[in-house]
């Protein structure tokens, strides 16, 4: 059974910085993908950035320039670094994880609340 562990939410002011981290307990295969989505209240969810396991990286173009995914050596590890944070960007923030054998085996983390707010 695969677990996503969010943590590093709170609260924070607008242009400041916070840095997300997702562990992922008890895979026993590599992950193709790692994310972050994100849910704003009366919203859908949205991706935010995902990293793929050659390293390659995709961020929505809200986040451009101001967020960073990486990931551990593991690749057990998924970080969002997140500076010059806006109002916009108050959401749960939720990890996401990509197994793909003969079919995908999508995973999540149970959420982490940011609010940017002064």
């Known amino acids: 059974q695969v677990e996503l562990v969010e943590s590093g939410g709170g609260l924070v002011q607008p242009g400041g910085s916070l840095k997300l981290s997702c562990v992922a307990h008890g895979s026993i295969f590599s992950f193709n993908r790692m994310g972050w989505y994100r849910q704003a209240p009366g919203k859908e969810r949205e991706l935010v950035a995902r990293i793929e396991s050659d390293g390659t990286a995709q961020y929505v173009d809200a986040v451009k320039g101001r967020f960073t995914i990486s990931n551990n050596d593991a690749k057990d590890i998924v970080y969002l670094e997140m500076n010059n944070v806006k109002p916009d960007d108050t959401a749960v923030y939720y990890c996401?994880?990509?197994?793909?054998?003969?079919?995908?085996?999508?995973?999540w983390g149970q959420g982490t609340q940011v609010t940017v707010s002064s």
């Open positions: 996401y994880a990509l197994v793909v054998l003969h079919m995908e085996y999508p995973y």
